[in-house]
């Protein structure tokens, strides 16, 4: 199978588990934060409203997007092992469960066999994830681990709140914006999946994914954008990393961000304000409790 292929397959996976959460006749968002919240480019999400369409799942008129019905186990689509992507929750692992200190040299062939992918899945994955800072390129196939320290953890979450305090701040005045319907259509997710069985609380990512792409969106910064999409890679690999206490984190944070959702359905704005920086304050505890540090 080949990557695109795979990509889409995937993609409609995803987006039928963020479908899953919502009740039928809701207005679905636009296809840039469609776009954002699965990490897709936007012709891809636009196949995959296609193949929804066709199949009944949805209905796409313009800019209109509504779920007709709930997705069901026969909408999905099988995939195929994707061997970046396995190599990109493998190698992240590595770096983050601190197996390998702070200034290992690594080298991409050495990697390759460790992991038993080709070297040119390596090289591409270490070339897209070098801005992250915790690796750096040197000469002849060689990188340098700068580690995923306490204080690179500290740093990237400073940023984090920086940027999306400022997009909630904005977000908040939505309360009879046009962002309102969207703003009601996730929190009704939300309350969905709340309602719903333990085991459907595997599927937060993509509504977190959907919820932080919204607040984002609303600062209107590309820049802001691009910093989220990198950082997004951290800060939702403890989703998939610590399964111990998966629901129960999954239960809280959702319950947070229904309750940032439904303050500013009410106009409470400073009230939306305070529970997003109380929500972001344990999103950096739970992160920081997830890492054996040195």
């Not at 950082?231 to 809280?252: L, M, P, T």
Request: hydrophobic share 50%; proline share 4%.
């Amino acid at each position: 199978m080949s990557r695109g292929k795979q990509t889409f397959r995937t993609g409609v996976n995803r987006m039928l588990d963020l479908l899953a959460g919502l009740a039928p006749g809701t207005a679905l968002g636009s296809e840039q934060e469609l776009s954002a919240g699965l990490g897709l480019s936007r012709t891809t999400v636009r196949g995959i409203l296609a193949h929804l369409a066709e199949a009944g799942v949805i209905a796409w008129d313009g800019r209109d997007k509504r779920l007709l019905r709930a997705p069901l186990d026969a909408d999905r689509l099988e995939e195929a092992p994707d061997p970046g992507a396995a190599f990109g929750a493998r190698f992240l692992g590595w770096i983050l469960e601190g197996d390998v200190p702070p200034g290992t040299a690594i080298n991409e062939s050495e990697l390759a066999r460790r992991f038993g992918v080709p070297v040119a899945t390596v090289r591409d994955y270490l070339i897209r994830f070098e801005p992250m800072g915790l690796i750096a390129k040197e000469p002849n196939r060689h990188w340098r681990l700068k580690g995923f320290t306490r204080a690179f953890a500290a740093e990237m979450f400073d940023m984090r709140e920086l940027i999306e305090m400022t997009a909630m701040r904005a977000l908040a005045a939505e309360a009879q914006g046009p962002a309102r319907q969207r703003i009601a259509a996730l929190a009704e997710a939300h309350r969905a999946m709340l309602a719903g069985p333990e085991a459907g609380l595997a599927g937060f990512p993509a509504l977190d994914a959907a919820f932080h792409a919204l607040v984002c969106e609303a600062a209107g910064n590309r820049f802001f954008d691009e910093f989220m999409q990198r950082i997004s890679i951290i800060v939702h690999y403890h989703y998939q990393w610590r399964k111990h206490d998966e629901f129960a984190r999954n239960r809280g944070a959702a319950a947070e961000h229904l309750a940032v959702l439904d303050a500013i359905l009410a106009g409470r704005g400073e009230e939306a304000v305070r529970l997003f920086a109380a929500h972001l304050a344990t999103a950096r505890e739970n992160l920081l409790r997830s890492v054996a540090w040195d």
